[in-house]
């Protein structure tokens, strides 16, 4: 563990247990793997969604979250993705963390028991004081959204 490391306590449920713990796949990777802890194989039909879950929970320290992001690998080559991404579990959660996954592919997709689903990656939250105000500053941008700086 680096010096400068933010311990977060990581409880293994009955569901987790044979699997491995989340972890990065190399030194400088920002995200965690997570493992489905299905029972059996879950199948995603095309357009079908499911929670699976992973065994886990977290407890974090007040400034912390973790947001559940798809793996790349799986949304490119077979389609499945994480339906609220990033999904967000906050400092005070306790619960099992759960991946929400669908299937954009085109084929059906089998889930198994210890495949990498999802990963996980901590960020800091800053505490923030929302100040109503009656006029906002100007900005070049200003309220141009949505690709107003063209399609290129």
């Known amino acids: 563990m680096s010096t400068n490391a933010i311990s977060v306590e990581i409880k293994t449920l009955p569901n987790h247990e044979g699997l491995e ?12 793997d997570l493992y489905a802890a299905v029972e059996e194989p879950m199948v995603l039909q095309p357009g079908e969604r499911a929670l699976v879950p992973t065994g886990l929970a977290l407890a974090m320290p007040a400034g912390l979250e973790a947001q559940i992001r798809p793996r790349s690998g799986l949304a490119f080559k077979h389609g499945i993705t994480c339906l609220n991404t990033p999904g967000t579990i906050d400092a005070d959660y306790r619960g099992e963390i759960k991946v929400l996954l669908i299937n954009l592919g085109q084929e059906a997709f089998a889930i198994a028991r210890g495949e990498r689903i999802a990963q996980m990656v901590f960020q800091l939250v800053p505490d923030t004081d929302l100040v109503q105000v009656q006029e906002l500053s100007e900005t070049v941008r200003g309220a141009g959204g949505f690709g107003h700086t063209g399609t290129k």
């Open 21 to 32: 713990l989340p972890r990065k796949m190399s030194a400088q990777a920002s995200g965690y």
